[in-house]
Every structure is written in structure tokens, then in C-alpha cells.
């Protein structure tokens, strides 16, 4: 190879590696920007409190709080722990928060979707729209579903 071909080369490869980090820091921001619109302390009309915190790991956790009481449900398919600090991920481009109510790929997985001034909300505010899903194999969790309430759409309280 000629010496001037041998430069276009390592120019082109040096170029294509600073396009994939300047893409892979986007996707971050992205990410991030994603996260940032579910921290923070959200109610139902019923009064349930979901409380989704960023975890200085970097984690997003959620906290399932219940009625008046803002007490912590006791799981009692997952040994009666409690519903705090569950793990997270996001999904549907980051309009979905999927929050794991046993461990991961099992049991109840609670579906958060924000919606920006949400139409079905009488003030048109911001809200996570809940959804609830098990897998067909853990059928035995039917009787849990009441645990978790009307899932109704939660909205924002003022901090």
C-alpha cells in the first residue's frame, strides 16, 4: 500500500471509531434523559405512591407504597419482602419502565408508561399509565393481583 492510501485508511478508521463513541455518548444522554422524566414521587386517586429513585450506582429503583398508610406491600410470593427498592429497566425506547415485582424474567412485572399530558388525567398532567403482566407459567400468582390495586394512572406530586 502506498503510503498516502495507508493514511486515508487509519484517517477513515479514526473518524468511524470517533462516530461510534460521539453515537454511544447520544445513546447515553438519551438514556439518561429517558430515566429523568420517572424520578421522583408519583400518586394514584387511591392514594398508592410509587417512589422511583436513581441509585448513586446508577440504577433506577421503585418503591410501591399503599393507600393512606404509604406502607410497602408484603410480597408473600417473594418470601414477604417488601415492595421497595425493586429493579428496573426501560423499554419502547424508553417510554415504558418495566418495574420486576419477584426476580427478573419471573412472577409480576409492572409496566409504567409515561404519557405527556395525558388525555384519560381530567388536568391533562404528565402520568405513568400501569400495566401488569405475569408470565403464563406462574399462573399460581393469580391470586396476588389484587396487591397492587385498581392501576389506576399515577401522577407527579408537586415536590
Known sequence: MTPNIELMLSQQITQSNS???????RVKVGL?????????????????????TKQASG?????????????????????????????TRLRDYGSTMEVD???????????????????????????LVPGLSRRQED???EEYYHLFGSLKHYTKTEA
Open 59 to 87: 440504577k433506577t429503583v421503585v418503591s410501591f407504597l399503599r393507600g393512606a398508610d404509604s406502607v410497602p406491600i408484603t410480597r408473600p410470593y417473594y418470601g414477604g419482602r417488601p415492595s421497595t427498592e425493586m429493579c
Open 139 to 141: 399462573s399460581f400468582l
Open 19 to 25: 462516530l461510534h463513541e460521539i453515537w454511544r455518548a
Open 101 to 127: 415485582l419477584w426476580i427478573g424474567e419471573k412472577g409480576f412485572v409492572l409496566h409504567l408508561t409515561y404519557e405527556h399530558a395525558y388525555e384519560f388525567d381530567k388536568n391533562r398532567r404528565d402520568s
Open 32 to 52: 439518561e434523559s429517558s430515566v429523568s422524566k420517572f424520578i421522583g414521587e408519583w400518586v394514584d386517586s387511591e392514594g398508592n405512591r410509587l417512589i422511583i
